[in-house]
């Protein structure tokens, strides 16, 4: 297939075009002056197209100024919006066939449990993002095959939660956030890898799927494993004033979670390889394992 990727220079982007070209597909980034610029523009690239893969978001783990707000939502709704419109200015035999979309579990409302049908969506900033973000795809033509992941926090050695969190931890520095009950949703790189991979390839993914590992978890349970599989302590605690302070209303993000339970991937068949918290850490802390990351 021939590929169009946003964010491709990000982390998921990465590793993705690194499976997908191994694997024979032809891979092109779309950057961002495409991204924002002309429609016309945009739709000439898209020409003859098999799929597009949509990943571009300036990070949300940072303080929500009005500014950064602006940046965070265009980067997402605009950049999508004009994907749509672009793929509709091309002809049906012109256009690719299959558009998926990253989104996030930060939609749903923290402090309860979701499966991937659930409406219950968080009222502030994040939710309002994430709901526009996956609208901003409405309009896509019927025949395009739409697919949009609500994915987790993504677990893997080049990950930016693991990358920062490691060098802590291996100085016996570790320890969880807040008072670590809420909610971590996680999913570890080559599942999400897979998913995306088999979303491209099997004609019946279609819709919303939740993509976080089955095994439901908090951050304390996340972070004392990493710390014993480290052989340290994780004695210490990061007070919620202090992530307060750091990152304003965002520290939401990191001091609240939601349980959210991938019920359509698992009624699929779809076989996570790290379904669980500890297989992931595992696999991440194993010095000498295959290219991932
Ligand atoms: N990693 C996670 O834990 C996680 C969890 C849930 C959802 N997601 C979502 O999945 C997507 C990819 O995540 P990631 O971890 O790969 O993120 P990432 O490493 O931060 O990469 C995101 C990419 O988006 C593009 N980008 C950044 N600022 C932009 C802007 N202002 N306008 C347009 N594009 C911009 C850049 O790619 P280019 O330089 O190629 O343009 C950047 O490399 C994001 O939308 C993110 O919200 C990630």
Known sequence: MKIAITGANGYIGQELIYIL????????????????????TLAASLENTDAVINLAGAPILQRWTKFNQSVIYNSRVVTTR?????????????????????????????????????SKFDPGFLGKLVTDWEKASDELPVDV??????????????SHTIKKMLPLFKLGLGGKLGNGQQPFPFIH?????LAFYQSLEDETFTGIYNLVAPDQT??????????????????????????????????????????VIPNRLLSKGFMFQYPDISACIEEILQLNGSKSS
């Open 189 to 193: 790189i080559h599942d999400l890898v």
């Open 145 to 158: 095959r739409k697919v949009t992941f609500r994915i987790g926090v993504v677990l893997g050695r080049e």
């Open 218 to 259: 908090t951050n304390q349970r996340f972070t004392q494993l990493l710390a014993k599989k480290l052989k340290g302590p994780a004695f210490f605690k990061v007070p919620c004033f202090m992530l307060k302070l750091i990152y304003g209303r965002a520290s939401e993000i990191i001091l609240k979670g939601q349980r």
């Open 21 to 40: 070209k191994e694997r024979g597909h032809k891979i092109f980034a779309l950057n961002r002056q495409q991204l924002y610029g002309q429609p016309e």
């Open 82 to 118: 004009n994907l749509t419109q672009a793929i509709n200015l091309l002809a049906p035999g012109n256009r690719p066939r299959i558009f998926v979309s990253a989104s996030a579990v930060g939609i749903y409302q923290t402090g309860q449990s979701h499966d991937d049908s659930s």
